[in-house]
Nanobody, 116 residues
């Protein structure tokens, strides 16, 4: 059974940090590109960060220099380190797994709220 379980969300003050984790099981994690997306009510889900199975990384312009994506294939886990958080980072954060042959899996999401 495929499972993507996000954790690490919560409430943080502006300027603070959080580290999200997405623990995966039920598929060959190392063969999948992994991404973090976020969504706020009434808006489309947007890409935050991407890491390929080979380790190539891209970021949305809005998080470049503040967020870091990484993966640990031994633990089947992808991480998102978020520093210098801003109120506009408030959203539900989702992890996504994509295989080169087109298979896609999504997690259930974790809420991140940045507020004083």
């Amino acid at each position: 059974q495929v499972r993507l379980a996000e954790s690490g969300g919560g409430l943080v003050q502006p300027g603070g940090s959080l580290r999200l984790a997405c623990a995966c099981s039920g598929f060959t994690f190392s063969a999948f590109a992994m991404s973090w997306y976020r969504q706020i009510p009434g808006k489309e889900r947007e890409l935050v960060a991407y890491i390929s199975d080979g380790g190539d990384i891209t970021y949305a312009d809005s998080v470049q220099g503040r967020f870091t994506i990484s993966r640990d294939n031994a633990k089947n886990t992808v991480y998102l380190q978020m520093n210098n958080l801003k109120s506009e980072d408030t959203a539900v954060y989702y992890c996504k797994a994509v295989a080169y042959w087109g298979l896609v899996y999504w997690g259930q999401g974790t809420q991140v709220t940045v507020s004083s």
